[in-house]
């Protein structure tokens, strides 16, 4: 009889064990199947589009202006595949720099807009290849929405008042596309954004509207916790 109940007692040991180490690996697998992550840089934005060829013939040139990216967001997994799905929030800017030439006495008037705008990425998708375990190549791709709430302007003579150089409409929305490195938890990832949506809408001209577009560098470190 005693025989009998040391054979039950380890086989209960046995089963709790082993159900606990299943347990155990089902949450590890779980957890991991998930990474929320934070990534800070710089946006370099420019201009595109027919207004800035129009411009750009007429004594108006357009180069980047550096602005702020921050974003907070997640990846998860599709099973137990590298495939992945996501999603992103946060603070951005998105803008130009232009300089105007006067024709008359050759002085060059220099402007920088910027919009800060809250940016959300509603769907991602990516792959990460690992070459180690601890280093992996991150390839995604997404759809963005932002809206600007706030302007910055800065000029050398012109007197700004609102409205002067508000983005169309105060709101964008487009496509991304991006590469990045983990290393461990440490993530660099260099992300082009482009919006769909005319950031100026010029109709002076009669041979149509002259429209310009916002294309972003997105440049940022990000970690993952």
Do not use: C
């Not at 002085?107 to 990516?126: D, I, Y």
């Not at 932002?146 to 700004?160: G, I, K, L, Q, R």
């Amino acid at each position: 009889m005693k025989k009998i109940l040391v054979l039950a007692v380890l086989a209960l040991i046995g089963i709790s064990a082993s159900a606990q180490v299943r347990y155990s690996r089902t949450m590890v697998e779980k957890k991991s199947n998930t990474t929320w992550y934070l990534r800070a840089g710089a946006g370099f934005n420019n201009l595109v589009g027919d207004y800035v060829d129009e411009y750009e013939d007429d004594n108006t040139d357009f180069s980047t202006a550096v602005g702020y990216e921050l974003a907070f967001g997640f990846n998860r997994n599709f099973g137990k595949t590298n495939v992945y799905w996501g999603m992103e929030l946060g603070l951005a800017s998105r803008g130009y720099n232009r300089a105007d030439e006067d024709r008359y006495d050759d002085t060059v008037e220099k402007t920088n807009v910027l919009a800060h705008n809250v940016k959300w990425v509603p769907f991602a998708v990516g792959y990460k290849y690992g070459i180690t375990d601890d280093l992996k190549l991150d390839a995604h791709l997404g759809a963005f929405l932002s809206y600007d709430f706030a302007y910055t302007v800065d000029t050398d003579d012109y007197e700004y008042e609102d409205g002067d150089y508000d983005l169309e409409e105060g709101a964008d929305a487009g496509l991304q596309v991006g590469i990045g490195v983990w290393y461990k938890r440490v993530n660099l990832d260099l992300t082009y954004q482009r919006g769909f949506a005319a950031a100026i809408d010029n109709n002076y001209y009669d041979d149509g509207n002259l429209k310009g577009y916002i294309s972003t560098f997105m440049l940022r470190l990000g970690v993952s916790f």
